[in-house]
């Protein structure tokens, strides 16, 4: 009696078939969450920025300007310093669709959001694209900095509306 030793070749095309079914059915399901992942990450980045900005500003007593251009890919620059280009550093913000202020909502190619000496801005909102294919808005308020996340279109043009309210009285 011959005993085997060894795979036939039927059997192992039956193991990578099923190995590449698994791997395939394992990258669709986690493309969503690393989208998003990657999104939530560039929002990080744009906040991270602004925080970096306002404290250099307040710190040195210098203003700061945020630029959010969109000619070829969405970037970000930060330029500190009264000669207006000092430490500018640029990233790379795929999922940015715009930003907009309560006094222009964007028209351009190109965003600026001046912060002044006191690390102050005015309050601004940027839209990004989600994995759903919807957006997501997120705020940042002038005075603090402060992000509120998750807005809809909706939400945003509603605060714009009570900013312009409250700097006119009622």
Same mark, same amino acid.
């Given at each position: $009696?011959? &005993? ?11 193991? $990578? ?8 059915? %394992?990258?669709?399901? =986690? ?6 992942? *990657? ?8 906040? $991270?920025?602004? *925080?970096? %900005? *306002? ?17 070829? !890919?969405? &970037?970000?620059?930060? =330029? ?6 000092? !430490? ?18 964007? &028209?351009?190619?190109? &965003? %600026?959001?001046?912060?002044?000496? %006191? ?6 909102? $940027? ?7 919807? #957006? ?7 005075? /603090? ?17 009570? =900013?312009? #309210?409250?700097? /006119?009285?009622?």
């Amino acid at each position: $009696m011959h &005993t085997r030793s060894g795979w036939t070749l039927l059997e192992l095309v039956a193991v $990578m078939t099923l190995l590449a079914i698994v791997t395939a059915g %394992a990258a669709f399901t =986690l493309r969503a969450p690393l989208r998003a992942g *990657r999104v939530q990450s560039q929002i990080d980045t744009v906040l $991270m920025a602004d *925080r970096a %900005a *306002r404290s250099h500003a307040r710190r040195f007593g210098q203003s700061a300007r945020l630029e959010f251009q969109w000619a070829a !890919n969405p &970037t970000l620059s930060v =330029l500190r310093g009264t000669s207006g280009g000092q !430490n500018r550093l640029l990233r790379r913000i795929d999922s940015l669709i715009e930003v907009q202020t309560p006094a222009s909502p964007q &028209t351009s190619d190109k &965003t %600026a959001i001046a912060i002044d000496p %006191a690390g102050r801005s005015p309050t601004y909102a $940027m839209c990004f694209s989600v994995p759903s294919g919807d #957006e997501s808005w997120v705020v940042v308020a002038g005075e /603090t900095g402060q992000p509120i996340f998750n807005l809809t279109e909706r939400d945003v043009d509603e605060l714009w509306e009570l =900013l312009e #309210e409250s700097e /006119t009285g009622p």
